[in-house]
């Protein structure tokens, strides 16, 4: 069942706020980021797939933040990738920006809502049913 039309409303206004406060203090990673975060949660709302009010959505997120956990704490445990503090904020998980929490769920979920709506668009859903 698809969430209320607010209910994006109240994740997009402070994420938005997040968006331009970033903006404002040039940190590049973390605009790209939380741009890349509003444009796949109005993605999913334009075009009808609804991933983000599924519960397997947030199973496939756990997965994704266990995943971004183990793999980017030896790249960044050891000086394999280097960050810039001056392009992010220094808000860290360990050693592990946590911007890049966020960009793995990112690119997961649009991904996912590609397949969705492409999935829907082909004809195929409805043959399924």
Request: net charge positive; aromatic share 18%; proline share 5%.
């Amino acid at each position: 069942k698809p969430l209320p039309n607010r209910t994006y409303l109240y994740i997009c206004i402070p994420t938005i706020l997040y968006l331009c406060m970033t903006f404002v203090q040039h940190l590049w990673y973390t605009v790209i980021v939380t741009a890349g975060l509003i444009f796949t949660l109005c993605m999913d709302h334009i075009l009808k797939t609804y991933v983000y009010t599924r519960t397997l959505t947030y199973k496939f997120i756990t997965v994704i933040i266990c995943f971004t956990a183990i793999f980017n704490y030896y790249l960044t445990a050891r000086p394999v990738v280097l960050y810039s503090r001056s392009v992010k904020t220094n808000i860290l998980i360990g050693p592990i920006p946590a911007e890049d929490f966020v960009y793995g769920v990112v690119f997961i979920i649009s991904v996912i809502i590609l397949y969705e709506y492409a999935d829907k668009s082909s004809g195929a859903y409805q043959k399924t049913k």
